[in-house]
């Protein structure tokens, strides 16, 4: 369903009664109008474009990038971004953060928290973004940020886009509409939504109910689906699974705020109009969405347990081979099925670091309580890991039979640069000051006379 706002008309009310439309699958050179005749056709930059607007090309790729891995979109916009500019001024970041980030020197251990909880106060997306941990260098294309995300109030007549990263949103509590210039994306606990740089969008609740998430800024390569190797064709997220949203726009003239993140900084300057103004676009430069419920896991049949990266959605790739920048890995609903076999993730260290974080359910390696969701945790790179000793023992220990993991879904941020937490999240309350000697209730089971 193409959506349009017309001069006057408030857009949050007015669009909240229109469900949003999407086309589908991963990667795909889309076309979408949300006025007939709006896109040109067999050119990109008439003389003259349709109904006046101004083409705009937003390129996420360099010009001479490999046509895999070459995007870019045209738009066909009321104003072009270049009039959107006034003077801009740099503003407060609050909590937000960017690599390098070298606030605290944290303990040399695995790091746990409590969900940061919801505000008392009016707070909107953009002024609730909490950062936990940075990675790499933002300015040299490579890394992350780990962030959690607190909102109690819709961004009214405020604009955003990132300059610095792509931006993959995973609600927690709460459901989001992301009014992009692209369109219009609704999510939900359950699903995630990936904004590429320079993509302008305002965040609103639904139904103007609080809302908590977590938030992963990409520095490096934009994400992509991993290679499945023999696993083959089929499995793992499907292509036809992701949606991106058809062209919808507002017109309307009225002042407004833009904020921009580059460099590291938020700038923001004043608008007499909103920015989405898109009303056709073609190319394959866009947001999307995917519902993580309709990944399809693949696991061990026999025995031994798989390594983690079975479970990656989408995948940011380094210029090393096989590394990546960031993976984003899921552990969904699943059966476990394999003989005599330890069916938890095992005791590890690991080359990647891992930002962990719940959003519903229990997850199979942490039982003692502690790890609840909206909450996150910290392994680091080379830092040893694995089931508390609830876990352990319960597993040992129990009858394998085919088992079903139901109602979970927990995620990681994983990246093969070391994490550096901020000042916010070392002094945070919600810091599980116990958390790193977790491992010292293993007991010792050795016993020489006994194979």
Not at 226 to 252: H, K, M, Q, S, W
Not at 321 to 346: C, K, S
Not at 401 to 408: A, N, R, S, W
Request: glycine residues 10%; hydrophobic residues 35%.
């Amino acid at each position: 369903m193409n959506v349009s706002l017309r001069p006057g008309t408030a857009a949050t009310p007015a669009a909240a009664a229109n469900a949003p439309g999407y086309l589908s699958g991963f990667g795909n050179g889309f076309e979408t109008e949300a006025l007939p005749g709006a896109l040109p056709v067999g050119r990109n930059s008439p003389q003259k474009c349709a109904y006046g607007l101004y083409a705009e090309q937003l390129s996420g790729s360099p010009f001479t990038a490999p046509r895999a891995t070459n995007e870019r979109s045209w738009l066909y916009r009321i104003r072009p971004t270049v009039t959107h500019w006034g003077q801009f001024r740099k503003v407060d970041a609050g909590l937000w953060r960017t690599a390098p980030c070298a606030e605290t020197d944290m303990p040399l251990a695995p790091l746990r928290w409590d969900p940061i909880p919801l505000p008392d106060t009016s707070v909107s997306f953009l002024e609730g973004i909490h950062t936990v941990t940075t990675a790499g260098d933002a300015g040299a294309q490579a890394g992350m940020g780990s962030h959690v995300y607190l909102a109690t109030r819709s961004m009214q007549d405020e604009y955003f886009y990132n300059a610095d990263a792509e931006m993959l949103f995973v609600p927690q509590q709460g459901s989001l509409r992301l009014w992009t210039e692209f369109g219009i994306i609704d999510i939900e606990p359950g699903e995630i939504a990936v904004i590429p740089r320079g993509v302008k969008l305002r965040v609103e609740l639904h139904n103007d109910a609080p809302a908590r998430g977590y938030l992963c800024e990409n520095y490096g390569g934009a994400f992509t689906l991993p290679e499945r190797g023999p696993i083959g064709a089929n499995c793992l997220a499907n292509p036809r699974d992701f949606l991106t949203p058809v062209a919808a726009y507002e017109e309307r003239d009225t002042p407004a705020t833009m904020t921009v993140k580059w460099g590291g900084n938020l700038w923001q300057a004043e608008l007499q109009h909103s920015p989405l103004d898109v009303v056709a676009w073609h190319g394959n430069y866009a947001p999307y969405k995917y519902d993580l419920r309709r990944y399809s896991p693949v696991g061990p049949v026999l025995f031994d347990h798989a390594d983690p990266s079975i479970f990656t959605v989408l995948t940011s790739p380094s210029e090393t081979p096989g590394t990546a920048n960031i993976d984003f890995v899921i552990f969904p609903d699943r059966w476990l099925v394999a003989e005599n076999t330890f069916r938890p993730p095992w005791y590890h260290m690991n080359i990647m670091s891992e930002f962990m974080g719940l959003i519903y359910g229990v997850y199979d390696a942490k039982t003692g309580g502690g790890f609840v969701p909206g909450g996150f945790s910290l392994h680091n790179t080379m830092l040893p890991h694995g089931p508390d000793m609830n876990a352990f023992e319960g597993a040992s220990n129990a009858e394998l039979k085919p088992h079903k993991l139901e109602g979970t879904l927990a995620f990681m941020f994983e990246t093969r640069f070391p994490q550096r937490v901020t000042r916010f999240a070392a002094e945070a309350p919600q810091f599980q000051q116990d958390y790193a000697g977790y491992g010292a209730g293993l007991q010792k089971h050795f016993d020489p006379t006994r194979p």
